[in-house]
């Protein structure tokens, strides 16, 4: 066997339609299966950082993704009490200097249409939209009949998990996020239209970017809460649910504490986050994206690494004569990799979250750095380079 011809993707999200344009760019072809009916308006904004950007160019959507994002000129970290600039990074023309590729922030669903459209233009790809992947006999029939091999990008709820031996399901990560727009137009004036602004508090932060071609701020409001919500991508929440907000919120300024508590019809959304397990059952079936590794936003990294993974599956597949240990190698070197966002979102959710003297020891340590220096922590994560 030189590589599987044919491939079955279960999930039209970030992580399934880039891995159909990466395979087909090394000659595989694949099937995605995709349980909404149309694909349509779902999520909100998504910081896009140049390792990510750099393997869509290489897909040959950069011109496409230029009318649809912006790129913040900085990415700031600032006080929610004082509003006080913290920190900043510089993005804009210095992250495609020093990163080799963009920063840009848009809407999800902008990105999804820009793939899907690729998709759809690819002779090697096809698409049935209102397919719910359910039974493990469905698994192994489409397993069997339709492709040699099936990639589970079913996101964070996965049925594709529960096929590979010892991977868990998600669990709740004990912080909610609250996702809304703001016309640009009505935003308090601690917002910045040409920055990524994390404003952070004890037990919770928010962040604020631009969608310009929308015309709108999109805010995410992230706050600790031990209160587990149901299993649950995105709801409207209920009033006890906006009081734990506006609780969470209430220490900070003016601006931001109306900002939260004026917010219109905010989507709460619970974050979970995958257990470490496997990610392939070693002979049919793969995870990418959420489905193997969900993770909490705080390094703004789960589509990036979505995206990474497709791009790294596609790789080890072409021309793999042996798909079982091809496998092996994908998992072992995305694993890595993962692994280091991880850590480095735990950092994130710690020092952003901080109270008493280990806020006031971060504020000072932030303060002796310069943006140069603060940029060139992130080398590692922002100018990666898939392995050849
Ligand atoms: C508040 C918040 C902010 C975030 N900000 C960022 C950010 O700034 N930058 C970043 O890189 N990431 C960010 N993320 C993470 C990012 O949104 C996810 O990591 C990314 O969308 C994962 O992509 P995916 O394709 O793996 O899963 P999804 O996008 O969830 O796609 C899964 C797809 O599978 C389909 N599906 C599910 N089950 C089935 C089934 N049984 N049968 C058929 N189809 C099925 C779904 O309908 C969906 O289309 C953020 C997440 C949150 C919650």
Redesign the pocket.
Known sequence: MTGPKHVVI????????TAALALAQKGIASHL????ES?EE????????PN?TRILDDLGLADALAGRWSEPDHILLSSGSSLAPLASVPAGAAARRRWGSPYG?LH?ADLQAVLLDAVRREPLCTVTSG????QSRQIVEIAGDKGDLVIG????????RHEVKGALPARYSGNI?W?FMLPLGDAPACLNPRTVTAFLGPRAHLVAYPLARRGVFNI?A?HQCGHAPAEN?SSEGDEAARTRLAGAFSGWHAQLRRLVEAAETPLM?P?HESPDGPWTDGRRIVL????AH??T?FA???????IEDAAGLARHLAGAADLPAALGRFERERRQRVGRVRARGAFNRFAYHARGPLALGRNLVLSLRRPESLAADFDWLYGYRMPD
């Open positions: 279960v999930g039209a999200g970030i992580a399934g339609l299966l995709e349980q909404a694909l779902v999520g909100a904004g998504l910081q896009l950082s990510a922030v999800r397919v719910r992947i359910g990008a079913d996101g964070v709820w996965s049925r594709l996020a996702r995410v992230i991508w959304w974050l990418i994206g959420d489905a969900a993770m936003p703004a990294q789960g589509a990036a690494m979505a």
